[in-house]
């Protein structure tokens, strides 16, 4: 019986691996071939022009190159971990978490929707939208935070401060172990909100990606009052300062797309202009400045 059962979940499992992949592939082909307003390929194209060129039109650091220090590295991380990661792990860790997740819930007689806590189909349409944001954006805040409070995370998070020069494209400079931290941490909190969908997702998917490209461009912004609201690009250039006082050692300013939660746990750290700051962090002169090896640093190093 215990080998009729260990088979089953085998076969199981194998059959989430080839569908996982198959489907994704399929979804990619269909992203690339045809357009519409869900496209999360042509999406990251649009925001990224759109970005880069407000940075060409009104650059912070005057100085800096159209094609900065790493653009092209960037650029490369971008599509690859937008879109190839999701094809070579993503997708199916996020699908196998799921059905391991259900099947320890069917052991003792619970699924999924018993934790729901709010529906947001029974909210009205932008206060459902809200909540799904504001829960997503704070579980990722504190997220953040652990990456940079525990050595074994923080090795994986260096691969995004290794950024020397700061750029739309860097947003998405991160190491392939991040979004499966994320999106662990995650996958409970957004369990317990039922009856979002697509194109929920899609609304608050392009809203971060747009702000997270706007934090990290070559522009001086802080949006006024709503810097106390948005994150922007004046205080998040000093999340990714080499430099930063012995009281805040793990980091400051982790907002994702908000930084009220910075605000209201006093993690803020905004001193003055920061424009012309040094980036990175201790020691980064001996970091890789590959994609192959950066992805393999922290598989290498003790700490």
Do not use: C
């Amino acid at each position: 019986m215990r080998l009729v059962q260990q088979t089953f979940f085998m076969d199981k499992y194998l059959d989430i691996f080839r569908t996982s992949h198959s489907g994704y592939w399929n979804y990619l082909v269909s992203e690339v071939t045809s357009f519409h307003w869900e496209n999360y390929f042509y999406g990251l194209i649009i925001v990224s022009l759109v970005v880069w060129g407000l940075e060409l039109l009104f650059p912070w650091r005057k100085n800096q190159k159209v094609f900065r220090k790493d653009f092209w590295l960037d650029t490369f991380y971008m599509f690859f971990n937008f879109f190839l990661l999701n094809l070579i792990v993503l997708i199916f860790l996020s699908n196998t978490a799921e059905a391991l997740f259900n099947d320890v819930l069917s052991l003792v007689n619970l699924n999924v929707s018993d934790f729901e806590l709010i529906d947001i189909n029974a909210l009205p349409y932008g206060l459902g939208l809200l909540v799904f944001f504001l829960v997503s954006d704070f579980v990722q805040w504190n997220t953040h935070r652990l990456l940079h409070r525990f050595p074994f995370l923080w090795n994986f998070h260096k691969v995004h401060h290794s950024v020397k020069e700061m750029g739309f494209a860097a947003h998405l400079r991160y190491h392939w172990m991040e979004p499966i931290v994320y999106k662990s941490l995650l996958y409970i909190p957004i369990a317990i909100i039922g009856g979002f969908n697509a194109e929920d997702v899609a609304i608050v998917h392009f809203f971060a990606l747009t702000v997270g490209h706007l934090n990290h461009a070559n522009l001086g912004w802080d949006y006024g009052v709503l810097r106390y609201v948005l994150n922007n690009p004046k205080m998040h250039i000093w999340h990714h300062a080499k430099e930063l006082p012995e009281h805040t050692k793990y980091g400051v300013n982790y907002g994702i797309s908000l930084s009220i939660w910075d605000y209201l746990f006093k993690t803020d750290h905004v001193p003055y202009n920061g424009r012309d700051i040094e980036l990175g962090f201790e020691n980064d002169e001996t970091f890789p400045h590959d994609f192959i090896h950066q992805e393999l640093y922290p598989l290498k190093t003790k700490e």
